[in-house]
């Protein structure tokens, strides 16, 4: 077969040490970033969270484990280690495990305060 002569395109971990987070935007505040005159947004810090506010509206940042990671990936010419010759290729930057997700917050009813992780609850009975 044709295709098993073909080697892909070649795939690097290459981490960059930079520490990257995803950050879930509600529809609202996505549309008020990317309109003509964004406004600016302030992070505050509160009693069980940070809170990131615009105008008369707030979110209370929230961190999400997931179990399938992400993985950030970078088009570049990379040097192979074995032929030192520069080919196209894909480096692998980063690998993100959690997200961050940003929960209305009012202003009479703050967000609760977390509970704490799935295993910290549940390890304490062992």
Request: glycine share 8%.
């Amino acid at each position: 077969m044709s295709s098993q002569n073909d080697p892909g395109i070649p795939i690097f971990h290459v981490p960059d040490g930079v520490g990257y987070r995803l950050l879930e935007l509600p529809p609202e505040l996505l549309e008020a970033l990317e309109s003509a005159n964004p406004p600016e947004l302030k992070l505050e810090a509160s009693a069980s969270s940070a809170v990131l506010r615009f105008g008369s509206k707030s979110w209370g940042l929230r961190q999400k484990n997931t179990s399938n990671a992400l993985i950030l990936l970078k088009s570049d010419g990379i040097t192979a280690p074995s032929t030192q010759i520069p080919q196209a290729g894909l480096r692998a930057v980063s690998t993100i495990h959690d997200t961050v997700e940003l929960v209305p917050e009012s202003a009479d009813k703050p967000i609760p305060a977390a509970k704490g992780k799935w295993h910290e609850k549940f390890a304490r009975g062992r």
